[in-house]
């Protein structure tokens, strides 16, 4: 069965401060896959997908990057973080076909 | 371009009373529906799904769907609601394009009081 990993589960980050958050999916591959972030209180905000290694479609310009440097591995970055970048974020992945997602248990950031 | 709209952004109801979360959507071409549920600090976990055949659709926790294609709604139902279906709800269609991209509405919380 597949599974979908995120780490870490929380983070606390200074303003400024680099981050890295890593998703990896296990037992499919090929897999599309998807970055989404949840402000306080608000619905679901699309950030990037892939279709494949190295391919990333990003949806909004902001102060954040996405890799997939592996088939089942997908990374988002950032350089300098800000406090709006505060928020929950999720990974997702699909095999396409009839568009069904699954969810990973997502990533509490909090940028102090 | 598809878009879901979300009437409701809170739903309060009693224990053991009836719930319709309401969808409805607006797409030029054919679509897949969703209803996710997200508990606090949580994925999103799938619930049902509409692809094709049967107009209702059932799916975990008890929960139903109808799809209504005159209507462009897809909204969700359950006829007795537990404290523990307190949570978001998030509908979503398909994009319709090879990114396989969900395009989601904005959550409606149901909120169940004892």
């Known amino acids: 069965s597949q599974t979908i990993h995120q780490w870490p589960a929380t983070l606390v980050q200074p303003v400024g401060s680099p981050l890295s958050l890593e998703c990896t999916v296990e037992g499919t591959s090929n897999p599309n896959l998807y970055w989404y972030r949840q402000a306080a209180g608000r619905g679901l905000q699309l950030l990037f997908y892939?279709?494949?290694?190295?391919?990333i479609s990003s949806e909004v310009p902001q102060n954040l990057s996405a890799s997939r440097p592996q088939d089942r591995q997908f990374i988002l970055s950032s350089k300098k973080l800000l406090l709006s970048d505060s928020g929950f974020y999720l990974c997702?992945?699909?095999?396409?076909?009839?568009?069904?997602?699954?969810f990973g248990p997502g990533t509490r950031l909090t940028v102090t | 371009a598809q878009s879901v709209t979300q009437l409701d952004s809170q739903v309060p109801v009693f224990e053991e009373a009836p719930v319709e979360l309401r969808c409805n959507y607006s797409?030029?071409?054919?679509?897949?529906l969703f209803w996710y549920v997200q508990y606090p600090n949580q994925g999103l976990q799938l619930l049902l799904k509409y692809l094709s055949g049967s107009t209702l659709v059932k799916g975990i926790n008890g929960f139903e769907a109808e799809f209504n294609k005159s209507q462009t709604s897809f909204h969700l139902r359950k006829p007795s609601v537990h404290i523990s279906d307190t949570a978001e709800y998030f509908c979503a269609v398909s994009s319709g394009d090879s990114s396989y991209k969900l395009i989601f509405g904005s959550g409606t919380r149901l909120l169940v009081r004892p």
């Open positions: 892939s279709v494949g290694i190295g391919q």
């Open positions: 797409s030029s071409v054919s679509v897949y």
């Open positions: 997702a992945w699909t095999r396409g076909l009839n568009y069904e997602q699954y």
